[in-house]
């Protein structure tokens, strides 16, 4: 895999601004993170990169499994 050298981010560049990371992620449609100057991690946009193909259900599963993860806590207040 060739890597596209403006596509990359170290881990600690990635652990504290992630935001950006994903936000390059969107636009280029996949990050390399670095630590220890050797490639570690991908982080893909799934909508955009072919690397994991998902159907649209498990593209619903997985937004949703986020969503109800994040907000665990307003969702159980909600419940009462």
Known sequence: MNIDTSAIVTATEANQNFSKVSKMAEKKGHVV???NNRPKLFVIDLDTEP????TED?????VAARILREHKAAFE???K
């Open 51 to 54: 690397q994991i193909e998902m």
């Open 77 to 79: 207040e909600l419940a």
């Open 58 to 62: 498990e593209k619903i599963n997985f």
């Open 33 to 35: 993170v670095f630590k």
